[in-house]
């Protein structure tokens, strides 16, 4: 080997060598400190790739859980409000079937059983407007089918869970009606006599000299036991229900023949019942009942819509086109998922009085708000649409009861897991594993310790060519 000044390859050699334990020592000392192994690009491209878009995922699955947990107190406080209005519901079909038992109940006994029940329409009214999820409104109708029309003798009362978007044209092609009679002989002259007469079953003590707005207004002060408004009407008196269709009933008879001194309603016993719309809601049958309409098919299918009286006549349903009703699906949409369109969504129905036990069959109110107690036959009708009512309270209960369970906790249960799996992956991928890099981390603080002992050695050899020169 020769020897030289100018060049010490050796020591070069030994430089170039610390140069990469050095450079190994300190990424072990990164590794250590940070505790990943792939800190930039350099460290490993593909596994950097991977890594990202798994801690992309990472975070989405936090973020979902999250947002799972939210939409569960979102159903718990919608659900916690149903409760509440549904013990008030039964506290209202006690108070119905306590007038039911007319045998044992005067005027006074009715009158507040109807009071109580007036007072709890009142607050399952303010629990519909009142109950939030911070500003959002959750069971007035605003998380659900809404609907506005373009008439103002139209309605919207509620939709359906499969009602879609959309405006659809509503018609009526026969007028709902109210019962109603009027006096087979026009009243011109004051009572001659004291008279009876029965309403509905109810007597009613017309005294003598009451004139035709007299008569009226007495028979009016019996109206919320009676379900009957008397009115003036063509010069002669008429009595009209207050609910529209077929299971409404006026009935009246007088202990009084009908003459021009007397109320008018004569000694036979009259009778009427009313008459239940019918239309049509986007150019499709609708169900009616009383002054209400009901989709039943189609587009529209669900959707609900109450027809005002005629202008010209309260006993009357306006007819013909109505011009149209929007609807618009407003359901809470939550995002579940840690990807783009992993989402669920939940309507949540309109539950003020107006829109529960709409329409019920083989009862004369047509709604729970209509509900009356003050006799036994309205106290039997009032039971059938409370019961409804309950009915549709459960039902939306039960909806909402599966939502949370079928479909939010099952889904939070099982991003749980896939959470776990994934930091599991990334952390393969990605972090340190200490017992190997203290390992490296030992082996490389030896390689430098010694190639710095080598290089000052190797530093050393170019002294031997002064030995020659002795």
Known sequence: MSLTIQNNVGALNARNNLARSSNALNKSIE????????????????ALVISEKQRAQIAGLKTAIDNTDKAISVVQTAEGALNEVNSILIKVRSLALDSANSGVNDADAFAANQAEIDNALDTINRIAANTQFGEKSLLDGTAGVTGTTDDTDVTFLKGGSN????????EVTTQGERANITAGTSQNTGLAADEV?????????????????????????????????????????????IEYGSDAEVSVVSDTAAAASSSGFGTTLDTDAGVNIAGEIDGVAASGKGNTLTSISGASKGTV??????????????????GNVSIQNNALVFQIGANQNQTA???????????????????KFNSLN?????SFDNAQDALKVIDAAIDELSNIRGELGAFQSNTLESIASNMRSTL???????????????????????NNQILVQAGTSVLSSANQTTQSILSLLQ
């Open 31 to 46: 590794r250590l400190s940070t505790g990943f192994k792939v800190n930039r690009g350099a460290d490993g491209p593909a």
């Open 163 to 170: 009602t879609s978007d959309g405006t659809y044209t509503v």
């Open 197 to 241: 007469l029965s309403v509905n079953g109810v007597s009613i003590t017309l005294n003598s000299g009451l004139s035709r707005a007299g008569v009226v207004a007495r028979i009016n002060e019996f109206t919320d036991q009676t379900g009957v408004v008397a009115e003036d009407i063509n010069g002669g008196t008429r009595l009209r229900s």
């Open 305 to 322: 819509v109450r027809v005002g009286e005629l202008g010209t006549d309260a006993a009357l349903t306006e007819t013909g086109a109505q």
């Open 345 to 363: 969504q939940i309507a949540m129905q309109n539950i003020n009085a107006d829109a529960l036990g709409v329409a019920v069959t083989g009862t």
């Open 370 to 374: 209509e509900i009356d107690v003050t």
């Open 420 to 442: 776990e799996n994934t930091v599991n992956a990334e952390s393969v991928i990605r972090d340190t594993d200490f017992a190997e890099e203290i390992s490296r981390f030992t």
